[in-house]
């Protein structure tokens, strides 16, 4: 944690249950967390959580599912965000200060495994030749990505088959889970994104109960 000044808490009852509660919150220096507007729901992968890839390392004890391609699960764990996406980038609440991707009907993200872009968002266009099969097209009939921010599981060094295209984004309508992301409404999803700021270094923990009560201390 330390040199982060934002952090996006996510918090559900269990590695198994699919809704959580969402709560940003923010410090000055290395001094005390503290809360930013309020907790708001948010629904997790269809089958819960499990321990993702990301700064928290892999020595953490405690048991939990552990997260592959295709399992119905969030990952667990301490993560950077990377880029925000939209359809439309100026309908924000105000311009976000994380890099943009528009998208278009050529963006997607690759879930491929053997793909050179695994697990990365690429507008089919540009890319020298597309080595994937059926993609996350990110231009969906039901606007789930019209806004939305990905996570940085699994990611820069990617492994293969430890899960891919991971987002914050709109849910389909309360309540309903996910794939594997985190869903929220617009509000609080514009909230986020008109909120993060790359130079106070954000971060996403996200976690069952339990062990954010165990972790929280030697974590700060």
Not at 23 to 45: H, I, Y
Request: hydrophobic residues 40%.
């Amino acid at each position: 944690m330390a040199g982060a000044h934002q952090l996006v808490l996510v918090v559900a009852e269990g590695f198994n249950d699919n809704q959580a509660r969402l709560r940003r919150f923010m410090r000055a220096g290395d001094g005390p967390w503290r809360p930013v507007g309020d907790d708001v729901a948010v629904t997790l992968g269809k089958n819960g959580l499990a321990w993702g890839r990301g700064l928290h390392g892999t020595d953490l004890g405690g048991g939990g599912p552990v997260k592959v391609e295709g399992d119905g699960r969030s990952p667990a764990g301490v993560f950077t965000f990377s880029t925000a996406f939209a359809y439309r980038p100026e309908n924000t609440w105000q311009p976000t200060k994380m890099p943009m991707h528009k998208v278009t009907d050529k963006t997607v993200c690759v879930e491929s495994i053997n793909s050179a872009w695994y697990n990365r968002i690429v507008d089919e266009n540009t890319v020298p030749a597309v080595d994937w099969t059926s993609p996350d097209r990110m231009l969906r009939p039901d606007g789930i990505y019209r806004f939305g921010l990905m996570v940085d599981h699994n990611a820069p060094d990617t492994k293969p088959g430890a899960g891919s295209c991971i987002f914050f984004h709109l849910w389909r309508r309360p309540g309903a889970p996910t794939v594997g992301c985190t869903a929220m409404n617009e509000p609080a999803i514009l909230a986020v994104l008109g909120w993060l700021d790359p130079a106070k270094k954000p971060l996403l923990v996200q976690l069952p109960r339990a062990e954010l009560e165990r972790l929280a201390p030697a974590w700060g």
